[in-house]
């Protein structure tokens, strides 16, 4: 056995800082994943909860070349010397010669912004080489992977595409939003749906980086720009007034689009079509990997964070690999460099042999690179660079009212299947998402390679190979906890199986235990968080620990109390999260046909264990009562599954005994060499006993059983939208 580090209790001379706090993405439950555009609206702007708006100029100068102020003044002149005339100048002084503000004018809204097509294409055409060309949207619906049946008003297309019969959200380089008043209702309305055009370009598109967007409200404009790290916005121009504005703001965006790079498109990763099947082909250092099927892209649905997809590939010579495209905050070392150190604090502890045995668990990864762009790497803008804003811009919350109505959308591929419910309670949980963090966090886009490519734990079916692979994902935690790291976001999703073997991947949280260093807001599902790490307080304390005799003084040579860090036991109780949802996620395949009433009750319990929202009391409910917990087990899982199962209790127990003994002292906690190979003991046991008992069973997940059928088109219960049925 190897002799773990000491983890240091904790003094006042050497605290630690806190751990970073838990933010749940609401685009991973269940709202998101039904289909429902109204419902998938509201976890978008949940997600985000806040945009940035900053002054006009600060952002258009990063769209393009900016014309000189002499080159304004020629295309003055040409718009108004033009035979199309696009400008006026005369007695009144400058303006667009078809164009008047939209509110004075009487007819429908299509009507009314007709001339502004023509104003942008007239204004496109001043800049060489451009290849960006204005369409109205009037009736089409651009096609989608994703059957999303939203429709913006206009857009900017590349010029080769812009005779297309059907325009795909792949094609759109700028979408634009219009209205005629610029009342609350119809700003709301605007910036949820070009919230949700950008969404949909950024989730869709795997070879866009960041995407800007324009809405106007009557004289009122203001430029867009999503990218991984936030979604920012400028304060409005007048369209009317401020003319050099809206002139510069177009020119720069025809100048983007000459290399498309600047208008957020990668050179670095091509679309190929055979047939109906999309490939692409990524270009890694100096190597081209072709992808044959996605693994996982639901980390790309939220608009701001790593925007994770994962594709199984291969290389030149046909050998098969994963990739995984996702930006990280620039201050954190890449997925590769953390598994690279890991590795090497385990040879600091172990033989050559244990050390070769150690890397048995440990996903192979071929390669890492980050992404290189016209010779810089790939880092998100941050708009706040420069001078211009002189420290006007601000945060601004986005109201969580959605004006859009429903239609369905598909899911992303490789989701975490999460509790299924619909959130009708989903509005009162959003006013928990405010952030203390007032900066932008830079994000820089990466790229890993990974020689093995497997299955899912989550999706594994034989109940055998799924409890082996989670149990080989402990044995790479108790060796990554052996050399003093802890993983921090273990789950269904980052254990897989590949060739009899369980293998740990997504390194990208972890870090040493005593290590110095904080990040900003955690994201991503809870189902598999440790009650603690939840609530980000320690709860196993000896409730009288901290409270002081009465009439006595403090005692200042006593320890502060420490700021809640994550320890191995976290990580462990994320794998007993892990064991249960397999048990309660699935029946076995000769219970499938068991009435329907039966399936319902183990549904509402999974439910209740694992109800994909923050601070539920239900979930901390079903770990912390073990005589309940095996009460429940016995009532809802099927008696082959119970059979395989019945240590759930047991090992829930075993770790609130563990978090006893680590707090018993608390503040001090003795998170020693003893109690962590007793822990990863018991675990062990655990685990090898339940797969033991495990030969032979197949797993059927009960959605797949209590699977609705679809409604017919006139049974949806979605509002039909009041106005701008293309929304609808």
């Not at 995407?211 to 203001?222: M, N, P, S, V, Y």
């Not at 003994?661 to 001090?668: F, S």
């Amino acid at each position: 056995m190897v002799t773990p580090p000491h983890t240091p209790q904790s003094q006042k001379s050497q605290m630690l800082p806190p751990d970073t706090a838990v933010f749940a993405r609401h685009t991973s439950q269940a709202d998101y994943c039904t289909g429902d555009l109204k419902l998938g609206c509201i976890a978008v702007l949940a997600d985000l909860g806040r945009y940035l708006q900053v002054p006009f100029d600060c952002l258009v100068k990063y769209v393009g070349a900016m014309p000189s102020q002499q080159h304004l003044q020629r295309i003055r002149n040409n718009l108004t010397n033009k035979e199309s005339k696009i400008l006026t100048d005369d007695e009144s002084g400058l303006r667009w010669t078809d164009f008047t503000p939209p509110a004075k004018s009487k007819g429908s809204e299509e009507n009314v912004f007709k001339p502004l097509g023509r104003i942008i294409n007239e204004i496109l055409a001043e800049v060489l080489n451009r290849r960006a060309f204005f369409l109205a949207n009037t009736n089409g619906t651009p096609l989608s992977q994703r059957n999303n049946t939203s429709r913006p008003d206009g857009y900017l297309v590349l010029s080769d595409k812009q005779s297309e019969a059907k325009m795909h959200w792949f094609d759109i380089a700028v979408p634009f939003e219009f209205k005629k008043e610029q009342d609350t209702e119809s700003l709301q309305d605007d910036e949820q749906k070009i919230i949700w055009s950008l969404h949909s370009i950024m989730r869709e598109d795997p070879c866009r980086r960041f995407a800007f967007g324009i809405t106007i409200e009557d004289t009122q404009l203001r430029l867009w720009l999503s990218n991984r790290a936030c979604l920012a916005v400028t304060e409005s121009i007048d369209f009317f007034q401020n003319i050099d504005g809206v002139i510069s703001l177009f020119y720069a965006l025809g100048s983007a689009s000459s290399t498309m790079n600047e208008l957020g498109w990668d050179p670095t990763v091509e679309r190929i079509r055979d047939g109906k099947k999309i490939q692409y082909e990524f270009t890694i250092g100096d190597e081209v990997f072709t992808t044959t099927r996605e693994l996982a892209t639901y980390g790309a649905d939220s608009m701001v964070g790593r925007g994770t997809r994962v594709y199984e590939a291969t290389d030149a010579g046909g050998k098969k690999v994963a990739i995984k495209d996702s930006w990280r905050e620039v201050e954190r070392q890449s997925e590769g460099e953390i598994l690279e150190s890991i590795l090497a604090s385990c040879a600091e502890k172990l033989q050559a042999e244990e050390l070769a045995d150690a890397k048995r668990y440990f996903v192979g990864i071929r390669l890492w690179k980050d992404v290189i762009i016209d010779d810089t790497p790939d880092v998100t803008l941050d708009p706040l660079v420069g001078e211009e804003h002189n420290r006007s811009w601000k945060w601004v919350s986005i109201d969580l009212q959605p004006i859009l109505s429903a239609r369905p959308h598909l899911p992303s591929a490789g989701d975490i299947p999460d509790s299924g419910r619909l959130s009708a309670f989903l509005p009162t949980q959003l006013g928990g998402i405010a952030r203390n963090d007032t900066g932008i966090p830079r994000r820089v886009h990466t790229r890993t390679v990974f020689d093995d490519v497997g299955v899912a734990v989550k999706d594994v079916t034989s109940l055998a190979d799924n409890l082996t692979c989670l149990s080989d994902g402990l044995k790479a935690l108790c060796y990554m906890h052996n050399a003093g790291w802890i993983h921090r976001d273990f789950s269904v999703g980052n254990v897989i199986w590949v060739g009899g073997i369980g293998k740990l991947g997504d390194f990208e949280y972890a870090k040493k235990i005593d290590s110095q260093t904080s990040h900003d807001v955690r994201t991503g599902t809870i189902h598999f968080m440790a009650v603690e790490v939840e609530r980000q307080k320690y709860l196993f304390r000896p409730p009288t620990s901290n409270v002081r005799p009465v009439g006595r003084k403090p005692d200042t040579s006593l320890p502060s109390r420490p700021p809640f860090r994550m320890n191995f036991l976290h990580d462990i109780e994320s794998v007993w999260w892990a064991f249960t949802w397999i048990f309660f996620y699935h029946t076995d395949t000769t219970n499938a046909n068991h009435s329907l009433d039966a399936l319902h009750a183990q549904w509402k319990v999974f439910q209740l264990a694992f109800p994909g929202t923050v601070g539920c009391p239900s979930r901390q409910e079903f770990f912390f009562f073990v005589d309940e917990l095996q009460t429940i087990c016995d009532d809802v899982l099927s008696e082959t599954c119970r059979d395989v199962g019945d240590c759930i209790p047991h090992f829930a127990g075993a770790l609130q005994d563990g978090y006893r003994k680590a707090e018993a002292k608390y503040p001090l906690l003795a998170l020693d060499d003893t109690l962590l190979n007793d822990i990863h003991r018991q675990a062990a046991e655990y685990l090898d006993g339940a797969q033991q008992r495990a030969t032979g069973i197949e797993l059927c997940p009960l959605p797949d059983l209590l699977k609705p059928k679809r409604p017919r088109p006139r049974e949806e219960t979605s509002p039909s939208p009041k106005k701008k049925p293309r929304h609808g």
